[in-house]
């Protein structure tokens, strides 16, 4: 009993290093990273221009895309989901998908 107990103690003192963010958190970042250098528009400004135009629809959320520099907003209507993608930089609906 003894002998598995140390590994375990042993295992419990050592300090704790925080994991790679990975997906949505390095593009949440990288979003914060643009917005401050100038290079992309706020989320509230792009939610404020495309969400007046979906009517009927309930607003999901919204997600980065840092290589595109894009923005994804998501709907849902009547059980479909529909995604607008945006241009992060200018605000400019690219494409909206059904």
């Not at 009993?1 to 704790?16: D, E, G």
């Not at 939610?47 to 629809?57: A, F, H, S």
Request: glycine content about 6%.
């Amino acid at each position: 009993m003894k002998k598995l107990l140390i590994p375990i103690a042993i295992a419990l003192c050592l300090p704790v290093l925080p994991a790679q963010a990975s997906g949505p958190a390095n593009a949440q970042d990288k979003a914060r990273e643009d917005l401050r250098a100038g290079k992309i528009k706020p989320i509230r400004d792009i939610e404020n221009m495309v969400l007046p135009t979906m009517p009927g629809t309930q607003y999901l959320g919204i997600e980065y895309d840092p290589v595109a520099m894009a923005y994804r907003l998501k709907f849902i209507r009547d059980g479909r989901v529909i995604f607008v993608d945006v241009d992060a930089r200018s605000g400019e609906v690219i494409r909206k998908l059904q």
